[in-house]
T-cell receptor
Framework: GENVEQHPSTLSVQEGDSAVIKCTYSDSASNYFPWYKQELGKRPQLIIDIRSNVGEKKDQRIAVTLNKTAKHFSLHITETQPEDSAVYFCAASVAGTASKLTFGTGTRLQVTL | DAGVIQSPRHEVTEMGQEVTLRCKPISGHNSLFWYRQTMMRGLELLIYFNNNVPIDDSGMPEDRFSAKMPNASFSTLKIQPSEPRDSAVYFC???????????FGEGSRLTVL
């Protein structure tokens, strides 16, 4: 089955700096890679996703890159703000609702003033 | 749509008692997932259903755990008998068949004394 590894487990950046979180996956059939943000005491929520037919996707301060050859994908947050502080999870899946998402172990991002 | 609805939001019970968690997925979503989240083990997939049929229950910890989905709008996760190590937040999620996005409920926080 799919195995997703995520690094780092914790990340502290100063407000305004960039943050990068990296994930690797094992199943070459995976073609859907979402990122979820979980604030303290809340549910995980989708912030951005990428499919294997593109190499990069951007949404305001958030971008995700995908390297299918190397089987890794990354989340980039620019101009970080205190409200970006949360736990971020990457996941991988084969497209289609009959498949499950395999999550990484999460990265706790702390944005300091 | 009100999103994925879980109940109860909080439950405190004593060791040995039966616990039943409930979930109503988003209408039209045909896949439903049960996750458990703890600090030590992160986000673990327990079981998931597709069209009300259990597809993968390999994450269910042991025979004390059981899950059912009698129809497309309702699922239960039962723990009998409960143990202190079952204390966790249990999330239910349903998946959009078109986009593949996973929508989480607000979770049920279980404390077993």
């Amino acid at each position: 089955g799919e195995n997703v590894e995520q690094h780092p487990s914790t990340l502290s950046v100063q407000e305004g700096d960039s943050a990068v979180i990296k994930c690797t996956y094992s199943d070459s059939a995976s073609n859907y890679f979402p990122w979820y943000k979980q604030e303290l005491g809340k549910r995980p929520q989708l912030i951005i996703d990428i499919r294997s037919n593109v190499g990069e996707k951007k949404d305001q301060r958030i971008a995700v890159t995908l390297n299918k050859t190397a089987k890794h994908f990354s989340l980039h947050i620019t101009e970080t703000q205190p409200e970006d502080s949360a736990v971020y999870f990457c996941a991988a899946s084969v497209a289609g609702t009959a498949s499950k998402l395999t999550f990484g172990t999460g990265t706790r991002l702390q944005v300091t003033l | 749509d009100a999103g994925v609805i879980q109940s109860p939001r909080h439950e405190v019970t004593e060791m040995g008692q039966e616990v039943t968690l409930r979930c109503k997925p988003i209408s039209g979503h045909n896949s439903l997932f049960w996750y458990r989240q703890t600090m030590m083990r992160g986000l673990e997939l327990l079981i998931y259903f597709n069209n009300n049929v259990p597809i993968d229950d390999s994450g269910m910890p042991e025979d004390r755990f059981s899950a059912k989905m009698p129809n497309a709008s309702f699922s239960t996760l039962k723990i009998q008998p409960s143990e202190p190590r079952d204390s966790a937040v249990y999330f239910c999620a349903s998946r959009d068949r078109n986009t593949g996005e996973l929508f989480f409920g607000e979770g049920s926080r279980l404390t077993v004394l």
